[in-house]
């Protein structure tokens, strides 16, 4: 495995051996594996639990066999529950009940976690390796990513007669797209003349070179550049360095980010790259869970300018914040952006997910991309197999074919497939019977995400083997 992830590294696609397609090649890869340890950290769903109709005070634990274990492919939409967050929510809870309200100023002995007043900073600190941070200051955890999205506008967007138009992709994960047409229309501008939509190849492919003409074309009137790291239908990772570059080159006063599928997937630079703004969720490939506190970058150049902000209590900086004073003194950084009180409930299972990540060790999201490379290279490998067998083949018509690119410098660990039309509710049947949990978007796209925090090479073969017999029964 080693000779693969260093394929990668000197810039090469991984290149698989002609028997790929034994699973004793796959459980191969598996021992070589240096962090399959990570998935003894992880509940992954069992194949019984998944069929669960009413709770019973029993979750997927040390007991379960491998072979009784669903294959989790969908951290792209929600991530697999870390142990850690359990003992996390135990300990806030304990936390709450012994000594109340003091739980703000203070931490019991043995907790894993800080105050609840400076668990949002310090879940920052933590983070400063996930995206590319300066400094921690440059991060908060609060809200949710589309709160975010709109705190970021109310300061970013600032739309002139002669500079009014946000550039992005065509097709926004539609939180996004309501989001920058609200803020337009509050503007009192239209969408239809604001809006500017980066087309796509007829395969669905962002080339860079249309992103930056677009970028071009548009620069004298455009306010905002908002784009995704990768784009969530698709799986396209988009150079983020470049684009941003460019785009700040031709005047254009800001360049924002919706990392929600970058963030815990792929490397990041956030500050380096110049990034004025970035927001990201935390329940995908980070796994803190279902609508968990989402993170918010704001670059260290902006942290002295006088930038209009919604103002609210825990903005204000912790020297002065039970002063109660009229006047608005914000905090360092991102965190004058603040504005209720966060759950600290939702930031005890931020906090736990990013204490896995660090567990890795130094450069974990560098080793993380190493093993993701090859887990994806792998899942593409044998999807390739199967097209070229014509599985599930209608006259001239493939079953399927693969709409992320093939670059791995181009995508992160999810590979989109397209399905022949009409098949994708056979196929889904198909997988959920099998114990695959996977994301379809209708009409006819399959997500597959194989994590590589909790995912193996073995349960890549065992999908695609599936995946070839629901093919062939739809």
């Known amino acids: 495995m080693d000779s693969l992830t260093a394929a990668f590294r000197n810039g090469q696609k991984p290149s698989f051996?002609?028997?790929?397609?034994?699973?004793e090649y796959a459980q191969s890869l598996d021992q070589q594996d240096k962090l399959g340890h990570l998935r003894k950290e992880f509940n992954i769903p069992?194949?019984?639990?998944?069929?669960?109709?009413?709770?019973?005070?029993?979750?997927?634990?040390e007991n379960d066999s491998e072979d009784e274990k669903s294959i989790y492919f969908v951290g792209n939409s929600l991530g697999a529950q870390p142990k850690a967050v359990r003992r996390a929510l135990e300990s806030q809870l304990e936390t709450w009940a012994s000594i109340g309200v003091?739980?703000?100023?203070s931490t019991l002995e043995n907790s894993p976690l800080s105050s609840w007043q400076d668990l949002a900073e310090s879940c920052a600190r933590k983070s400063v390796d996930l995206v590319g941070a300066a400094v921690p200051e440059e991060i908060i955890y609060m809200n949710t990513l589309t709160a975010n999205l709109h705190l970021m506008m109310a300061s970013f967007y600032k739309?002139?007669?002669?500079?009014?138009?946000?550039?992005?992709e065509w097709k926004p994960f539609p939180s996004d797209w309501y989001a920058i047409q609200s803020q337009i229309r509050h503007h009192n501008l239209s969408p239809s003349t604001s809006l500017?939509?980066?087309?796509?190849?007829?395969?669905?492919?962002?080339?860079?070179?249309s992103i930056l003409a677009?970028?071009?074309?548009?620069?004298?009137?455009?306010?905002?550049?908002?784009?995704?790291?990768?784009?969530?239908?698709?799986?396209?990772?988009?150079?983020?360095?470049?684009?941003?570059?460019?785009?700040?080159?031709?005047?254009?006063?800001?360049?924002?980010?919706?990392?929600?599928?970058?963030?815990?997937?792929?490397?990041?630079?956030?500050?380096?790259?110049?990034?004025d703004f970035a927001v990201w969720c935390t329940y995908k490939y980070i796994n803190a869970g279902p609508g968990s506190t989402a993170g918010l970058f704001l670059h260290q150049k902006h942290h002295s300018r006088n930038l209009d902000r919604l103002e609210g209590w825990y903005?204000?900086?912790?020297?002065?914040?039970?002063?109660?004073?009229?006047?608005?003194?914000?905090?360092?950084?991102?965190?004058?952006?603040?504005l209720s009180n966060p759950s600290a409930i939702d930031?005890?299972?931020?906090?736990?997910?990013?204490?896995?990540?660090?567990?890795?060790?130094?450069?974990?999201?560098e080793r993380l991309r190493g093993k993701a490379v090859v887990l994806t290279g792998y899942l593409e490998c044998l999807l390739e197999g199967l097209i070229r067998g014509g599985v599930g083949r209608k006259g001239e018509e493939q079953a399927f074919r693969i709409i992320t690119p093939g670059n791995p410098l181009e995508r992160g660990t999810q590979l989109s497939l397209m399905l022949r039309e009409g098949i994708l509710e056979g196929v889904s049947k198909v997988l959920a019977e099998e114990g695959v949990v996977c994301d379809a978007r209708k009409p006819d796209v399959i997500r597959v995400a194989p994590v590589p925090m909790y995912c193996r090479f073995e349960d890549v073969w065992k999908f695609v083997e599936i995946f070839k017999g629901a093919l062939a029964r739809a």
């Open 17 to 23: 051996p002609a028997e790929a397609g034994t699973l």
């Open 46 to 61: 069992t194949r019984t639990s998944l069929k669960k109709k009413a709770l019973n005070g029993v979750s997927p634990g």
């Open 102 to 105: 003091n739980g703000h100023f």
């Open 159 to 168: 739309p002139t007669a002669e500079r009014h138009k946000v550039i992005i």
């Open 196 to 209: 500017i939509e980066i087309q796509p190849t007829p395969d669905l492919y962002l080339t860079t070179e």
């Open 214 to 275: 677009t970028i071009t074309e548009h620069a004298p009137s455009t306010a905002l550049v908002l784009l995704p790291g990768i784009q969530y239908y698709t799986g396209q990772l988009l150079d983020i360095k470049t684009i941003t570059a460019h785009a700040h080159s031709l005047g254009i006063p800001c360049v924002g980010w919706d990392l929600a599928h970058a963030a815990g997937n792929v490397p990041l630079c956030l500050h380096d790259w110049n990034v």
């Open 315 to 338: 903005g204000a900086d912790k020297s002065v914040r039970f002063l109660m004073e009229k006047e608005f003194q914000p905090g360092k950084g991102a965190s004058g952006w603040q």
């Open 347 to 365: 930031l005890a299972s931020v906090s736990a997910a990013l204490g896995l990540f660090e567990s890795v060790g130094e450069r974990y999201m």
